[in-house]
């Protein structure tokens, strides 16, 4: 069961918007669904908000506002209205969103607690120190290959950091980790499996298209009555990498959104706005100087009507 799929062109707003029932097959068509709405370049970053209840799944795909305004509104005949359009989604957003629920998308890692338990030992499995060691020696690694940006082959590398795993409510197809970060939610990762294709790596995008996956997440709904999921795709999925060149990450599940009205705003709309500006100036001179022209004709009529009257008087004098 599916509703009918709502786009950004009829909402006005840089959303997709569709609900179904809790099956996992139906979870599944919804995010197939979704993804191959997006374009090449609307892939470039977007994220995917899915809102549960009790009998249906609320799926929320937001799309980068910058790149929603490129893709729709820069078709719409009038620029006029394409600018009003995106002036109210920024100013609809900021006054239904208050800083203060707003978490930090992009976290500067420089300024987080530098704990050693949290840093990886480089020597790993062959460390001297063995036990004695402070550093971090994660037992969870996903060895899967994946294709950077610039085409090469490298490998995932992502680990789990020990202390950040929950073992109680792992098992040997998810692992569920706390965030370093000091928000409130859990990230829900697929485990590594080195007997499988590719140690079993999955992307975002993949994931979501598994059923397995929403079985587990719903089984982890009913235990830990969470009511939303966010997942970030693209440029938004790698913004925290040290891999400049990474393209896709061990997918993983986040539950916290952020805005980025600043960056059309600044991006898009004010010169959009400025540009409109100018238009109604320069319209606004064009009329003027219109008016200028058929004010010097009108005085000139009245002009030579008054002369006209005067040599006639004098003749009848």
């Known amino acids: 069961m599916q509703n009918t799929l709502q786009t950004p062109k009829n909402l006005k707003e840089p959303y997709f918007k569709l609900e179904t029932n809790l099956d996992p097959s139906n979870l599944v068509q919804a995010s197939e669904l979704l993804l191959n709405c997006l374009s090449p370049k609307l892939k470039q970053s977007f994220r995917l908000v899915i809102t549960l209840s009790e ?24 620029f006029a209205e394409a600018v009003n359009i995106a002036r109210q989604y920024v100013t609809t957003t900021r006054l239904n969103i208050s800083p203060e629920e707003e978490a930090p998308f992009i976290i500067d890692y420089k300024e987080t607690v530098k704990d050693k338990a949290f840093i990886i030992c480089p020597y790993a499995s062959t460390c001297r120190n063995g036990s004695n060691c402070e550093k971090d020696h994660p037992k969870i690694y996903c060895d899967g290959k994946v294709i950077t940006r610039d085409g090469r082959t490298s490998k995932c590398n992502f680990y789990f950091t020990t202390k950040l795993v929950i073992d109680e409510l792992s098992n040997d197809k998810y692992v569920v980790m706390l965030r370093r970060e000091p928000f409130r939610e859990l990230l829900l990762i697929p485990h590594p499996n080195f007997q499988a294709k590719n140690c079993g790596h999955y992307n975002n995008e993949t994931l979501v298209q598994q059923e397995t996956f929403w079985k587990e997440l719903l089984n982890k709904q009913q235990t830990l009555n969470f009511h939303s999921i966010a997942i970030n795709y693209g440029a938004w999925e790698t913004g925290q990498s040290q891999n400049k060149y990474a393209q896709e990450c061990h997918a993983h599940r986040l539950s916290w959104t952020k805005l980025f009205t600043t960056e059309l705003e600044e991006k898009r709309l004010r010169s959009a706005e400025h540009q409109l500006m100018l238009k109604a100036i320069s319209n606004i001179t064009s009329t003027m100087n219109e008016n200028t022209k058929a004010l010097i004709k009108e005085m000139s009529s009245v002009k030579e009507n008054n002369n006209e009257n005067t040599r006639a008087i004098i003749e009848a004098m």
């Not at 009998?55 to 009038?78: G, I, M, N």
């Open 55 to 78: 009998e249906k799944a609320s799926f929320k795909l937001c799309l980068d506002p910058s790149l929603w305004f490129d893709v729709y509104l820069q078709t719409v005949t009038d």
